[in-house]
Nanobody
């Protein structure tokens, strides 16, 4: 049974930084492609960043490109999202997701965490 647990959310002023983490358990030998998504109240879930099993291929939403960096440490079964130059419009609940297939920023992943809240004030 695969479980994902996010951490690292919080409140920060515009221009600040946060680093989100997502630990995955119930790992398979083949590994998972993983992604970060976010959802603000009343909004659709939006793909933020994605990374393949080996950490080689990445994809970013246009709105975060150049400000957010996705990475992973497979030895620690952990996914990261470094968020810099945060803006009020980045305020949302952030979720990590995993799947044995590559879905990029498409929210078709099989496994999801419960999310962590990020609030950016102006």
């Amino acid at each position: 049974h695969v479980q994902l647990v996010e951490s690292g959310g919080g409140s920060v002023q515009a221009g600040g930084s946060l680093r989100l983490s997502c630990t995955i358990s119930g790992y398979t030998d083949n590994g998972y492609s993983m992604g970060w998504f976010r959802q603000a109240p009343g909004q659709k879930r939006e793909g933020v960043a994605a990374i393949d099993r080996g950490g080689i291929i990445t994809d970013y939403a246009h709105s975060v490109k150049g400000r957010f960096t996705i990475s992973r440490d497979n030895a620690k079964n952990t996914l990261y999202l470094q968020m810099d130059s945060l803006k009020p419009e980045d305020t949302a609940r952030y979720f990590c997701a995993a799947d044995t297939l590559w879905f990029g920023l498409n929210p078709q992943y099989r496994y999801w965490g419960q999310g962590t809240q990020v609030t950016v004030s102006s």
